[in-house]
């Protein structure tokens, strides 16, 4: 089943001189339960992709159909309770609250979800423990490394329980060794709780990694490919 | 629960910023309170000292005398007023004057005079005028018409106790005519302009050399100053006279207070307005340094309502954790002036010839303190509506790619 379809997606920058054609009639479907990677070079539109399925940024032309729901015709409140309930987002920067700790980052979403406090707390101890940060609850981001800020971001991004994370560079300001895991921890998920991984992505380590490979280039895609 | 702990701790991410928009809460709030507690408790004594020594709360007259001077023009109903006012449990004391504007003449110097014949029993129970003599005695063992001036008056006179000046004034038929009379009592009040105009002498004396009977002012002296309007409403309804309180017998001093009053709310608004430029500051850096975090909250579903909230808690926590302190730090001044007394003699003759004391207590009201925690909570929230606004513009997908 299809968790994510556009059908001819375009998505046009009008600059102060020439409009760039970030998305040109983009037709795609990814199935629940995928672990895709979308690469390209810079400017190809992967985040321009990534944003608009994630209902962050609004199409030019073309449909967008996210868990059988047409995100392009949702208002603003609607499209902002939609990404809370169904999209989880690891982001190049973790962009976790500075101010919270990780067991409380993790807890913040559920919290607007308005889950109970046990279930909160459960959920977030045990999605910690599952990217090996149980013994860093605690802590707050500004006292761990980058590795371990990203492996409590997926734990963010999994905590509202979403149809699918999507992943902009979430490797690109990490060290091999904390790539590494943070691909172990993704792909464990993905195996074993069947969650739906989407990743833009320069990273040639997530790409061996990823099982479905699309390609952009200026708007267009122009591979696809599933591994065996 | 959890926005609040985040707008709590957000607070304290840039503590060096915090605690300088706390400072000037701090000063700014304590400036406020001493400055209106140093000029309430100035206002405060003059009003007491207006009162008490010169006009008592309320004063009837008749219309005429208001309009000519003219000492002729006395109370018609004088007796039953004083009858009435004698039954009244709310007045401590009431005295009957009779009053001429006139000359003080000694060999070397004249001054105009506003020469006040008074009941020298009922005028003590009305003015302590005795309290306020600093030489000679009130009224007692002479020979001779007994006077008590002013310090100020006897200056300006060069004369001193137990001299001699002469009193001119109008007589009922409007002819100059004047008495000797003797310097018994010299006063001093925290007024010079009171001091140097009003002669004290025995009531039957005057009313005698200017061939008139009756009064023409009576001075009322209440209780409880808060029944001033309520006494005020119900003489004026029996009596044709004219009755006034204190802030209309002394118009000068109500203007004053007024004038005095917008100063002072001016001054609080321009603190205030500054204060409140220093937060929206303040918090319009903190959108500004935190748009990828505002950003990242709107991406993964908080709301705009929560984003604005959150500002306004943050905004809100910043301006009121300083409040306080300020008002802790403002009464303690308040209290320690109070104590203590502030010394202005280095202008007492500017100051007295205004009638304020040179010993200031500072004093506010209870109430004023609430009154300015609530307007310390409206600006703070007001403050607030700018940075939470500004933070409601922005874009999620382009607010979490900013560097």
Sequence with gaps: MSVIKTHQLSK????????????????????????????????????????????????????????????????????????????????????????????????????????????????????????????????????????????????????????????????????????????????????????????????????????????????????????? | MMLVQIAWRNVWRNRGRSLVVMMAMVVGISSVIFLMAFSWGMYDYRIKEAIEKESSHIQIHNPKYKEFMEAKFTIADANQLDQKLGKDSRVKAVSNRFVVMGMALSSRSNVPARIIGVDTLEENKTTDLSGSLTEGEYFTGTKGIPVLVGEKLAKDLKLGLKKKPVLQFQDANGDMTAIKVKIVGLYKTNNSMFDGMNVFIPKEALQNAAKIKGVNEIAILLNDARDVDDVKTELQSGTKSMVETWKESIPELAIAIDTFDKTMFIIVLILFLAVAIGIINTMLMAVLERVREIGMLMAVGMNKDKVFSMFMLETIFLSLAGAPIGIFLGWALVAWGNHSGINLSMYGEGLSSMGFSNMVYPSLPVKDYFILTGEIIVISILAALVPAYRSLRLNPATAIRKI
Excluded: C, W
């Excluded at chain 1, 423990?129 to 800020?149: C, F, H, I, N, T």
């Excluded at chain 1, 149809?163 to 060794?177: K, Q, W, Y």
């Excluded at chain 1, 195996?191 to 200026?218: K, M, N, P, Y």
């Design chain 1, 12 to 228: 046009i920058y009008n600059g102060s001189a020439v409009a760039v054609h970030a998305l040109n009639k983009v037709d795609l479907h990814i199935e629940e339960g995928e672990f895709t990677a979308i690469v390209g070079p810079s400017g190809s539109g992967k985040t321009t992709l990534l944003n608009i399925i994630g209902g962050l940024d609004n199409a030019t032309s073309g449909d967008v159909e996210v868990a059988g729901k047409d995100i392009t015709r949702m208002s603003e409140n609607d499209l902002i309770d939609f990404r809370l309930h169904n999209i989880g987002f690891v982001f190049q920067a973790y962009n976790l609250i500075p101010v919270l700790t990780a067991q409380e980052n993790v807890e913040f979403i559920m919290l607007m979800q308005k889950r109970d406090k046990k279930e909160r707390h459960e959920r977030a101890m045990s999605l910690l423990k599952a990217v090996g940060l149980e013994s860093q609850a605690d802590k707050r981001p500004s006292q761990m490394s980058g590795g371990q800020q990203q492996r409590v971001a997926v734990a963010r991004a999994l905590a509202s329980r979403p149809r699918f994370v999507l992943a902009d560079e979430p490797t690109a300001n990490l060290d091999s060794v904390s790539t590494s895991n943070l691909l172990d921890i993704m792909a464990r998920l993905n195996q074993e709780e069947g969650t739906t991984f989407v990743f833009s992505t320069h990273d040639q380590r997530v790409i061996d990694r990823a099982r479905r490979v699309i390609t952009l280039e200026d708007g267009h895609i122009v591979s696809d490919e599933t591994k065996a």
